[in-house]
């Protein structure tokens, strides 16, 4: 089912926990709600569900406002951070806990839970409890109780936070893999970047309880709206110059901004990907100094000072890393294959363009 | 034998030995001279009429008291931990006072609020209750003196239960009353028991306090241990010992009943002599096994 946020806002005391935040979960998506910790998307995932009341705004599931709902009527799938398991019930008991509440059979109970037991790989468990079970398994039982009574959609606290890193990447591939199977309306919260990038169809990012943007991982990855966004997700250099004769100067280097006026002062982000390091003082404009050379396992990330001494991280492949003999301390030549100009934050110096949109640079300085 | 191994062993002596020496060892002694006169004895001991009265006396206020006590202490409890208002450390130290009071003055506070000088105690006796002498002033006193046990037992289980437990139980469509029968109260049912168990034990072998509050009247409001203490006082040792095990007994299955009760399920004793300690649960897992897809 489709849930829908319009101007949802929740204030606690004096502070904000969720400023005015709309957004749209279409029918049978996985989205992810990333941010940092104390962002506000819990509060959000809470609200939606009908564990907080908002301050204003309306919610929506399914076309038909529940602001007026309570919790147990919003027929809510809800899995908690901590699993939350009741400890003095089975695995069975605890699947089979929102299916006494409404009164189903026992016969049909009793198939639905073997039915998710099945689904969740949890065979033969059923008589256990959740403290002789494993992290992964009692997160499977917890999403198990949460599914049982066919909810309308799917709501999930930072599912995998609590498991240790295999684990984890084993449990987002079968995340998948449910879902696509049920395909049930689903959100989760995280605040791991790779993750909401890998599990999601589509991500919101969060930050200080602001929508900052939602779009396809590689829309938020390669089009970030806001030099949060930027920052926030995978790696960026970003830096800062005044617009001269169509051109933002930093330091040395030029970056075109055709449209902007002279004088302004504007942040020119790109990818470490994006920066060109050679040996060769003359393959590239740009002179720096090679300071540190990074093993990332699937590539090399390179830092390099310029002779103004701005400080950039490169990211090259293993192939391409062998081709050269880089030694630290090295002069070294570069050059930026692609930038973008970042959208001004409000509040910045006052433009006649558009803020918030962002401006492809395909030229080399 | 390893050296840590011999510690081990030394230390696991010293403390069932200490167990044997300060309880067992009396106990023993006890049982010992109370079927030294013959099965028969005992019997007759305890048929005695007003034996017996004692002791069902003693058995039904005890109940009522800890009945009470469950309802109350876990509400209180409940409050304690759950909210936050002005003075709340000050009601949390003061439910450790029965603890601290020697139970004769605990009854002569008791006797002062409700003698038929004090203001509630005139106006409960007109409304036709007399609480001194009488078995509401057993019950007040048992009260009393095993307040602390429930709220005490029941406290740190429910700061131990998460709040996400419940929330859980919302989001399934359980309403709060359901929620609180079949989530909050099974889950602290282990520290409730306990404080329960307590109460009932500790209310079966009040003294001090009683007799201030209730006196010594034989069939009316004489208990078990003010009994025993009247057959010592008029030379009958016999009968006393013989009234004191039957309370014992009853003690004792009931703290059996407990440590049963409240173990976790799938749980198993302790062993006296282990030598290593074995993995018990599976616990392992390699998350998702694939091939169910």
Redesign the interface.
């Known amino acids: 089912m489709k849930i829908e946020v319009r101007g949802l806002t929740k204030k606690f005391g004096s502070g904000t926990a969720v400023g005015n935040v709309s957004f749209v979960v279409n029918e049978g998506e996985l989205l992810g709600l990333l941010g940092p910790s104390g962002s506000g998307k819990t509060t959000v995932l809470r609200l939606i569900a009908g564990l907080e009341v908002p301050t204003s705004g309306d919610i929506f599931i399914d076309g038909k406002r529940v602001n007026d709902l309570t919790v147990q009527e919003r027929n809510i799938g809800f899995v908690f951070q901590h699993y939350a398991l009741f400890k003095h019930l089975t695995v069975f008991d605890n699947i089979a806990f929102g299916l006494k509440i409404k009164k189903w059979n026992r016969h049909d109970i009793e198939q639905r839970v073997l039915e998710l037991l099945a689904l969740m790989s949890l065979d033969g468990l059923g008589r256990r409890y959740p403290h002789q079970l494993s992290g992964g398994q009692r997160q499977r039982v917890a999403i198990a109780r949460a599914l049982a009574p066919r909810p309308s959609v799917l709501l999930m606290d930072e599912p995998f936070g609590a498991v240790d890193a295999k684990v984890r990447q084993e449990l987002r591939e079968w995340l998948i893999r449910l879902h696509t199977d049920l395909n049930v309306t689903s959100l989760f919260v995280t605040h791991d970047q790779e993750e909401a990038m890998e599990v999601s169809g589509r991500i919101i990012v969060f930050s200080k309880g602001k929508l900052e943007q939602a779009g396809s991982p590689a829309d938020v990855y390669e089009e970030p709206a806001t030099e949060f966004v930027a920052r926030f997700i995978g790696s960026m250099n970003i830096v800062e110059g005044i617009v001269r004769r169509g051109q933002v100067q930093v330091g040395s280097l030029e970056f075109p901004a055709p449209g902007f006026s002279d004088g302004q002062k504007l942040q020119v982000g790109f990818r470490p990907y994006y920066v060109k390091v050679a040996e060769d003082a003359t393959r590239y404009r740009q002179q720096a100094k090679l300071r540190h050379v990074y093993f990332l396992g699937v590539a090399y990330r390179l830092e390099i000072e310029t002779a103004d001494g701005l400080v950039l991280r490169s990211r090259m492949n293993k192939e391409e890393f062998r081709r050269y003999r880089f030694v630290v301390g090295q002069a070294v030549s570069f050059a930026v294959t692609h930038f973008r100009i970042l959208p001004q934050e409000s509040g910045g110096p006052s433009t006649d363009i558009e803020a918030g949109k962002p401006i492809p640079g395909p030229l080399t300085p | 034998m390893t050296s840590h191994m011999l510690l081990s062993l030394a230390l696991r002596s010293a403390a069932v030995g200490y167990v044997l020496l300060l309880i067992f060892l009396p106990l023993a002694a006890l049982g010992q001279q109370s079927v030294a006169a013959g099965w028969d004895r005992f019997i007759q001991d305890l048929s005695a009429p007003q034996a017996a009265a004692a002791l069902w006396l003693t058995v039904e206020t005890a109940a009522i008291a800890t009945a009470i006590n469950a309802v109350f202490g876990t509400l209180s409890a409940l409050v304690l931990v759950r909210y936050e208002f002005p003075g709340r450390w000050l009601l949390n130290a003061l439910v450790d006072l029965p603890f601290a009071i020697p139970t004769l003055v605990a009854g002569l506070m008791i006797a002062a609020i409700y003698g038929p000088t004090s203001v509630i105690g005139t106006w409960l006796q007109q409304g036709g209750l007399t609480v001194l002498y009488n078995q509401p002033g057993i019950i007040l006193a048992m009260l009393f003196v095993t307040m602390p046990f429930t709220i005490r037992s029941l406290q740190p289980v429910l700061m131990g239960l998460?709040r996400?437990?419940e929330?859980?139980?919302?989001?399934?469509?359980?309403?709060p009353w359901?929620t609180f029968w079949?989530?909050t109260v099974?889950?602290v049912?282990p520290g409730l028991l306990t404080g329960v168990f307590l109460t009932f034990v500790r209310a079966l072998g009040e003294f001090g306090s009683i007799v201030i509050v209730a006196g010594n009247i034989p069939m009316k409001t004489q208990v078990a241990s003010v009994y025993v203490y009247g057959e010592i006082e008029s030379y009958n040792p016999q009968a006393a010992t013989s009234v004191s095990v039957l309370i014992l007994l009853i003690s004792f299955v009931v703290l059996l009943l407990l440590e049963r009760l409240t173990r976790?399920?799938?749980e198993r004793l302790p062993q006296l002599f282990r030598w290593s300690s074995r993995n018990e649960?599976?616990?392992?897992?390699?998350?998702?096994?694939?091939a169910?897809?």
């Open positions: 998460e996400d437990q929330e859980a139980a919302f989001t399934l469509g359980a309403s359901m079949k989530v099974p889950s049912l976790r399920p799938g649960q599976p616990g392992q897992d390699s998350a998702v096994p694939t169910a897809h």
